[in-house]
């Protein structure tokens, strides 16, 4: 069955630096994967999509890039703020056009 | 932009009654919803794939007996917990898609969700 991993649970960075966020799928090769930001208590937020003949999507603050030989994507958000602090989660879109979530990392950005 | 509106945001049901919880699409029509559910620091899980005039499609271990789901229109998918256990007490969360502008593709729209608590 398709798995996808987010390897950090949680994960503190310092405001102002790059945030990194890491998603590894197995036994899959997804259409598309889709980041997602969720607050506590909330349904999650669509970030951002990157495509598989991708390699990179940015978007304001965001960067998302997508290997399908490593099966990986990574999540950056750049001059992190304690406003971005929140769970992100890593999804794998299937071909039925289901949505496999990943655990998700629970950023904290210290001021 | 797309707006999904989910109701109750929480609700508490003594054990045994059923409550029904409202995913409604404001500004775009859904042929599919998709239900899911999320215990704590864990991630969603898909329960269920609601279908407009038809019936849902049920992820393998899902009780589509327990977990009733009703399509009844493109902007409206009620799911229905039925003789509710405390066991069910978990955030129900229902999504559609469309084609959205957000990171240039098709984005999946989440409403914000349903605590259920099940005494």
């Known amino acids: 069955s398709q798995k996808i991993e987010q390897n950090s649970e949680a994960l503190n960075i310092q405001e102002g630096k790059t945030a990194t966020l890491t998603c590894n799928y197995t036994?899959?090769?997804?259409?598309?994967l889709q980041w997602y930001r969720q607050d506590p208590g909330r349904g999650p937020v669509f970030l951002l999509l990157?495509?598989?003949?991708?390699k990179e999507k940015r978007k304001e603050r965001l960067k998302v890039t997508f290997d399908t030989t490593l099966k990986q994507s990574l999540f950056h958000i750049t001059a992190s703020q304690p406003a971005d602090s929140a769970t992100y989660l890593c999804?794998?879109?299937?071909?039925?056009?289901?949505?496999?979530f990943g655990k998700g990392t629970r950023l904290h950005i210290l001021p | 932009g797309a707006v999904v509106s989910q109701h109750p945001s929480w609700v508490i049901c003594k054990s045994g009654t059923s409550v029904k919880i409202e995913c409604r699409s404001l500004?775009?029509?859904?042929?599919?919803m998709f239900w899911y559910r999320q215990f704590p620091k864990q991630s969603l899980m898909l329960m269920a794939t609601?279908?407009?005039?038809?019936?849902?499609?049920?992820e393998q271990g899902v009780e589509k007996d327990k977990f009733l789901i009703n399509h009844a229109s493109l902007t409206l998918s009620t799911l229905t917990v039925t003789s509710a256990h405390p066991e069910d007490s978990s955030f129900y969360i229902c999504?559609?898609?469309?084609?959205?502008?957000?990171?240039?593709?098709?984005?999946?729209?989440f409403g914000s969700g349903t605590r259920l608590t099940v005494v």
């Open positions: 999504s559609a898609s469309h084609r959205g502008t957000g990171g240039g593709g098709y984005g999946y729209t």
């Open positions: 990157i495509r598989e003949n991708e």
């Open positions: 609601s279908n407009e005039g038809s019936k849902a499609t049920y």
């Open positions: 036994n899959y090769s997804p259409a598309y």
């Open positions: 500004d775009f029509q859904a042929t599919t």
């Open positions: 999804a794998l879109v299937r071909r039925d056009d289901k949505i496999i």
